[in-house]
């Protein structure tokens, strides 16, 4: 059945069955719902924060949703990324996604965007959009999108979370800050680490999301007010809600008075690279080279700096597990008569734990490129992946 245009306030039957409680709503009624069926919204990112984003915003009628996303469904994701199922694993996000979407609200147009956002794309694929949402979790693409509303003019709904904690903003909109205003440069490497690397609170991101959803909504709508210049604080293990009051930076470099940044700017940001994909470095071994130094029997004294609870779940034989936060107490229990080979899950912990030992004096130091996650899926697929 043919839909009418989104500004002619008209619906179909099933449209004002579907949208009836929207339409008993003064702040919406017929005019928003069509303003909500004309709207185009981009989420990058189909996450834990993307999950309710997208579900939200295909269930509420916004005409035309974009997800961006290049990875694939993995059985750690099922846990928080509610758009999947456990028979979903190993496809595509996008192509998932996607479907799952159309089956929830088949009027809805879905636009499956299957590549990673960057520098040389990210204008072409916003623009096509009014309002970005962030689900991203790495601050590469983050600051990325914020360069991209701001050089665009569009606004960027932004979630973060972090083990139980999230954050809900938003930038780049009419008057109000941008992402860089408040965060003018990443944390240094290290501090901020991946959900993979420190957990997340499998209901948190469905929270921020949601919230991410009414915001994208409310600005189709012109309802409320939006949270721009004001930067909401999640904390949920005490069920605590914190507002910050944002101003813009007239000195910021992206959107101040005298901006001195012209393109979207694609930083380098070592602890948020996949598993596997750890950049070089003097010191680094991947897992094949370890296999083969272990079959020749070299003296290599290998070194977990991973939590107790994960060498619970799978080690590499002969590994001595001291945790990250350890090793600067009880580096006498390290044998660098050898090489001392330094791993953790994907490559991030051991990565600082090992330039720590190397200014400590140890004089043949080892990062395991990709941790014990390259292990199991190059070298011993029996060791289990979490």
Same mark, same amino acid.
């Given at each position: 059945?043919?839909?009418?245009?989104?500004?002619?306030?008209?619906?179909?039957?099933?449209?004002?069955?579907?949208?009836?409680?929207?339409?008993?709503?003064?702040?919406?009624?017929?005019?928003?719902?069509?303003?909500?069926?004309?709207?185009?919204? !981009?989420?990058?990112?189909?996450?834990?924060?993307?999950?309710?984003?997208?579900?939200?915003?295909?269930?509420?009628?916004?005409?035309?949703?974009?997800?961006?996303?290049?990875?694939?469904?993995?059985?750690?994701?099922?846990?928080?990324?509610?758009?999947?199922?456990?028979?979903?694993?190993?496809?595509?996000?996008?192509?998932?996604?996607?479907?799952?979407?159309?089956? !929830?609200?088949?009027?809805?147009?879905?636009?499956?965007?299957?590549?990673?956002?960057?520098?040389?794309?990210?204008?072409?694929?916003?623009?096509?959009?009014?309002?970005?949402?962030?689900?991203?979790?790495?601050?590469?693409?983050?600051?990325?999108?914020? *360069?991209?509303?701001?050089?665009?003019?569009?606004? *960027?709904?932004?979630?973060?979370?972090?083990?139980?904690?999230?954050?809900?903003?938003?930038f780049a909109a009419a008057g109000g800050p941008c992402y860089?205003?408040?965060?003018?440069?990443?944390?240094?490497?290290?501090?901020?680490?991946?959900?993979?690397?420190?957990?997340?609170?499998?209901?948190?991101?469905?929270?921020?999301?949601?919230?991410?959803?009414?915001?994208?909504?409310?600005?189709?709508?012109?309802?409320?007010?939006?949270?721009?210049?004001?930067?909401? !604080?999640?904390?949920?293990?005490?069920?605590?809600?914190?507002?910050?009051?944002?101003?813009?930076?007239?000195?910021?470099?992206?959107?101040?008075?005298?901006?001195?940044?012209?393109?979207?700017?694609?930083?380098?940001?070592?602890?948020?690279?996949?598993?596997?994909?750890?950049?070089?470095?003097?010191?680094?071994?991947?897992?094949?080279? !370890?296999?083969?130094?272990?079959?020749r029997g070299e003296p290599i004294f290998l070194l977990d700096?991973?939590?107790?609870?994960?060498?619970?779940?799978?080690?590499?034989?002969?590994?001595?597990?001291?945790?990250?936060?350890?090793?600067?107490?009880?580096?006498?229990?390290?044998?660098?008569?050898?090489?001392?080979?330094?791993?953790?899950?994907?490559?991030?912990?051991?990565?600082?734990?090992?330039?720590?030992?190397?200014?400590?004096?140890?004089?043949?130091?080892?990062?395991?490129?990709?941790?014990?996650?390259?292990?199991?899926?190059?070298?011993?697929?029996?060791?289990?992946?979490?």
């Open positions: 059945m043919d839909k009418p245009a989104g500004d002619r306030h008209e619906f179909t039957k099933d449209e004002l069955v579907r949208y009836s409680r929207h339409l008993l709503l003064p702040e919406v009624g017929p005019e928003g719902q069509a303003r909500l069926q004309a709207g185009r919204v !981009l989420i990058a990112g189909a996450g834990g924060l993307g999950s309710p984003l997208a579900l939200y915003l295909a269930a509420a009628g916004v005409g035309t949703i974009g997800i961006a996303d290049f990875d694939r469904v993995d059985l750690t994701n099922i846990q928080r990324q509610i758009l999947f199922a456990t028979s979903d694993v190993g496809r595509p996000k996008v192509e998932a996604a996607t479907e799952r979407l159309s089956a !929830l609200n088949p009027s809805v147009e879905i636009i499956p965007i299957p590549q990673r956002l960057s520098s040389s794309n990210v204008l072409d694929v916003a623009g096509g959009f009014d309002i970005i949402a962030d689900g991203t979790d790495n601050f590469t693409t983050r600051y990325l999108l914020n *360069d991209a509303c701001v050089l665009l003019g569009k606004p *960027d709904v932004h979630g973060s979370i972090f083990r139980f904690e999230g954050q809900v903003s938003v860089r205003c408040i965060f003018p440069e990443p944390p240094p490497p290290g501090a901020a680490p991946s959900c993979a690397e420190a957990g997340v609170l499998g209901v948190l991101p469905g929270i921020v999301g949601s919230l991410q959803a009414l915001e994208v909504i409310k600005l189709i709508l012109g309802v409320g007010d939006p949270l721009i210049g004001r930067l909401l !604080l999640i904390d949920t293990l005490p069920v605590r809600f914190q507002e910050l009051s944002l101003r813009r930076d007239p000195a910021c470099p992206m959107c101040g008075d005298h901006p001195t940044i012209d393109r979207p700017i694609e930083i380098e940001y070592a602890c948020e690279v996949d598993a596997g994909e750890m950049p070089p470095s003097p010191g680094a071994m991947s897992v094949e080279e !370890l296999r083969a130094s272990l079959d700096v991973r939590e107790p609870y994960e060498a619970a779940i799978a080690s590499i034989p002969g590994s001595h597990l001291i945790p990250m936060e350890q090793v600067p107490r009880r580096m006498r229990e390290i044998d660098g008569r050898g090489t001392v080979v330094v791993y953790c899950h994907q490559g991030d912990r051991s990565f600082h734990a090992s330039a720590f030992l190397r200014k400590s004096g140890f004089l043949d130091v080892r990062n395991l490129t990709g941790g014990i996650d390259a292990w199991a899926t190059r070298i011993d697929p029996r060791v289990a992946r979490y």
